[in-house]
């Protein structure tokens, strides 16, 4: 075996030129691919991490049928504190969390003496929602990044065209579930950067406050955000989760909870989806690059070497080791290929990182682009490369191993 190694390197660098053009054909391709798949998988990554990280948290739990109704912000289905307690029993079951927050979400009227405009609010404990969203403080532009009870956080949009500013003294106003209207005089302290996608143009209020103005008595929540300690987990984690809350009923023997990853909340996961099958389609062209590749080589070095090869059989060399010489070619050179690609998307990424690329997503601006290579994947790619060479090369291989010495041998 290892003489059949020696004789195809050897044969390999006989034939240089094509060699080497045949392998900086696959390092092209592995570059280009490997590169893409750093680049795009970061950006999917930070697309990710600024919905999850500044607005919906990684999973949400409603009440059932609340999300069919999500934007008329329904009163009439929010969590009771029975459901609450209940909540509470099950996640002593369910592990790998690592902050839970409660949201009160409501819709109201919001003045400034002079002018007045609709709102959506939303309740929080800004302690625990910090935890869970914890790029909401780096969201807010002006005034404090504190949230205390008689203050109101608006978005940037909201401020401008109703001409408000930090300091000033806002009323809201709002409707409970009974109908009954009840508002409170709040001072803005922090104008938000407005976020593309669902809440992005929500303003904030102390979860007190909100109890306040819809007159609750018995605490209810309308949704409850909650963020894991391993994202990696959050398929595992929702089953889980409603696997244990199924067990809650209603009175008609239904769920009582409804469990939603982001990726249910977000139409940005569509976007996330499609940078998947991109990646999917590039992939699979580059199998077709390195395809194609070592099949017009191996052909080639057939027709070329049919004399070689005659005779080669006509001493007593077997078929089988015919055949695996040049399977073992163009293993060599998909290998070579392979390896060479690798570390030459490694050092790509580390130049791009280098240069800090930015760009800008929905209403954020300067977002660093920090390309990460996952060596999984890169390895995937690599020996993904070098099966293609071998199933390249299996149909010259078999040619060149069913070659008649006699015929081989009158070959001009």
């Not at 409707?175 to 976020?195: C, F, H, P, Y």
């Not at 062209?285 to 059989?313: K, Q």
């Not at 090369?393 to 015929?407: D, M």
Request: proline share 3%.
């Amino acid at each position: 075996m290892f003489n059949i190694f020696k004789m195809a390197l050897r044969n390999l660098m006989r034939y240089s030129r094509r060699t080497m053009l045949t392998v900086s054909l696959i390092v092209i391709g592995v570059v280009f691919v490997s590169v893409f798949v750093s680049v795009s998988g970061s950006f999917k990554n930070m697309m990710i991490s600024q919905i999850t990280d500044s607005m919906t948290g990684h999973v949400q739990v409603h009440r059932r049928g609340y999300m069919g109704a999500a934007e008329t912000l329904p009163q009439n289905m929010n969590i009771k504190l029975m459901g609450l307690d209940r909540f509470d029993n099950a996640m002593k079951d369910v592990e790998g969390v690592e902050a839970v927050s409660e949201r009160i979400k409501f819709g109201g009227m919001f003045s400034t003496f002079t002018e007045t405009s609709n709102i959506r609010l939303n309740g929080i404990d800004p302690v625990q929602e910090y935890k869970v969203v914890p790029l909401l403080p780096s969201r807010i532009l002006e005034g404090s990044k504190e949230l205390k009870t008689g203050s109101i956080i608006i978005p940037r949009l909201f401020a401008n065209s109703m001409k408000v500013k930090v300091g000033d003294t806002v009323v809201v106003v709002a409707t409970n579930r009974d109908g009954s209207v009840n508002g409170k005089q709040l001072k803005v302290t922090g104008i938000i950067e407005s976020a593309t996608g669902p809440g992005g143009r929500d303003g904030y209020v102390h979860i007190e406050d909100a109890k306040e103005i819809l007159r609750m008595d018995i605490p209810e929540i309308s949704e409850i955000a909650i963020r894991l300690k391993d994202f990696d987990k959050l398929h595992e984690f929702e089953a889980a989760l409603t696997k244990r809350l199924s067990t809650e009923l209603n009175k008609k023997g239904l769920p009582i909870f409804d469990v939603h990853t982001w990726e249910r909340l977000s139409p940005f996961y569509n976007i996330a989806r499609m940078i998947d099958l991109m990646t999917l389609f590039v992939k699979v062209l580059l199998v077709a690059v390195v395809l194609i590749s070592i099949l017009n080589v191996m052909i080639m070095a057939v027709y070329e070497r049919i004399r070689e090869i005659g005779t080669a059989a006509a001493i007593g060399t077997r078929p089988h080791k015919i055949m695996l010489l040049f399977l073992i070619e163009g293993l060599l050179m998909g290998i070579i290929g392979a390896a060479t690609g690798a570390l030459v998307s490694i050092a790509a990424v580390f130049i791009i990182n280098a240069q800090k690329f930015t760009f800008s997503f929905g209403q954020q601006k300067e977002i660093l682009l920090t390309a990460s290579v996952d060596y999984r994947q890169l390895l995937a790619i690599c020996l993904t490369v070098a099966a293609v060479a071998v199933i390249a090369s299996l149909q010259p291989a078999i040619k060149a191993s069913r070659t008649e010495p006699v015929n081989a041998l009158r070959h001009v």
